[in-house]
Every structure is written in structure tokens, then in C-alpha cells.
């Protein structure tokens, strides 16, 4: 007989949830500890489940959950920080972010740094602050702790940068000084220097790094297209 293991007590965040069955919902939970999971929430459909009003994304809550299979049970669920609330085009960017991970994260990797990283994030978008700045820094966050750190220093012969050079970047290589193809994304050394400095004032900057990033985070997800980009559409594209 397997033995069902339990989870206390865990820092997660809720990612997605949908239908299942009649009453339950399956839930794509990101956790502190264990990385992202799937958890069924038994009766959460049902008025007066204990879950239903539980269940909302971008709030950092404390969860349990049990069972040694892929899909685990959710059994409890409490608050665990204050509210944040996204309104407008801070919530199209958190379902954005919650997106990348969904698509992205593999399952039952942990990841501790980067969900302390998105806790942050969320945090910010509550706040209004630089929604495409704090987008741009959550996905070159996110690829880094996922091993495809953007090569923002060196270009693809380990020479240093330079700011007054244009670079073709291409998904795998890094950026190559005057060369361009069909499959890289053209960007100036001046931006890339801002970028690895974390530094997006120039408007140029935050043109451009939105550019290439869109291009690696397609690169990166193949054929899984984003839900969440018809809703950048209706507001200026961030």
C-alpha cells in the first residue's frame, strides 16, 4: 500500500483553477516549497464549501494538501497576507504572469527564489508601478531560473558589449554583432547594457526589451500560444 503524504502549512499561490466533476475544481497551485502543482479541491463548486471563497488568485495564502499521485487533494486553505487587488491592466499583466508559469514551470520543480520573485511582483502590480517595467524584469527573472538566462553582458564570443553597436540576439545563441537572420531580433548594445544593469528609463530601452523578449518568451513556448496576449490588444500591448 502507498502511503498518502501530507502537506502542511505551505505558502502557495493560486494560478488557474477550472470545472471538475460536478461540485470540485482542479487547481494549478504554485508553491514555495514544491513547486507548481495540481490539487483537486473537492465540493469548492458547492455554495457553501469552505474553499470557494478561498480560491482566487494573486493572494499569497497558507495551504494543505495530501497524496502521492500527480493530482493531489486540497484540504485546507487559509489566508496568509494581506489583500492584493489588481484592477485594469495590472490584472491582465498577473494573468500574464500566472500564464508564463502555467506554460513554462515544470511540474513538482521547486523554485523558492522565484516564487519569492513573484510574490514581489504581485505586490507591485497592486501598486501600479511600472507595469511594463516590472513585466519585463518578471521574465527575464523567470528564464533565468529556468536556465535561459539572457546573455545581456557578453555577446556570443564572450566579447564585452558595446553600447554604440547594434546586435542580432537570436533564442539560444545570445546576441551577434552585425550579422542578422530571419530568427533573431535586432537590439541595440546600449539596451542590453540597460537591461543587465536593471535600468529601463530610456524610452528606447523600454522599447526594445519588450521586443526581444517577446521574441524569446515565443521561442521558448513553441506552439503554446498565450490566452493572455488577446487582452494586451485592448490595452496598448504592454
Not at 5 to 33: A, C, G, T, W
Not at 90 to 108: D, Q
Not at 139 to 160: A, C, F, H, I, T
Not at 198 to 218: G, P
Request: glycine share 6%.
Amino acid at each position: 500500500m502507498v502511503k498518502t503524504l501530507r502537506f502542511e502549512n505551505q505558502d502557495i499561490y493560486i494560478l488557474h483553477s477550472y470545472p471538475f466533476k460536478e461540485s470540485s475544481l482542479i487547481v494549478d497551485i504554485f508553491s514555495k516549497n514544491y513547486g507548481r502543482i495540481s490539487a483537486v479541491a473537492k465540493g469548492a463548486r458547492r455554495p457553501h464549501s469552505s474553499l470557494r471563497g478561498m480560491l482566487q488568485s494573486f493572494q499569497r495564502l497558507e495551504a494543505n494538501w495530501s497524496g502521492s499521485q500527480e493530482l493531489k487533494t486540497l484540504n485546507s486553505i487559509e489566508w496568509s497576507s494581506p489583500l492584493n487587488t489588481l484592477k485594469g491592466d495590472a490584472l491582465v499583466c498577473g494573468f500574464y504572469i500566472n500564464e508564463l508559469l502555467l506554460r513554462l514551470l515544470p511540474k513538482e520543480d521547486p523554485h523558492e527564489e522565484l516564487f519569492n520573485y513573484y510574490d514581489e511582483t504581485i505586490r507591485k502590480l497592486a501598486q501600479l508601478e511600472s507595469l511594463d517595467i516590472t513585466l519585463r524584469q518578471f521574465e527575464l527573472r523567470l528564464l533565468k531560473e529556468l536556465g535561459y538566462e539572457v546573455m545581456l553582458s557578453q555577446d556570443n564570443e564572450s566579447k564585452p558589449i558595446q553600447l554604440n553597436q547594434m546586435y542580432a540576439y537570436e533564442a539560444g545563441s545570445g546576441p551577434t554583432l552585425n550579422k542578422k537572420n530571419g530568427y533573431a531580433q535586432m537590439v541595440s548594445g546600449q539596451t542590453l547594457y540597460d537591461m543587465a544593469q536593471n535600468d529601463f528609463t530610456r524610452s528606447e530601452t523600454q522599447k526594445q526589451s519588450k521586443q526581444l523578449m517577446r521574441y524569446l518568451i515565443a521561442f521558448y513556448l513553441g506552439d503554446k500560444s498565450l490566452n493572455s496576449k488577446k487582452l494586451f490588444s485592448q490595452l496598448g500591448d504592454a
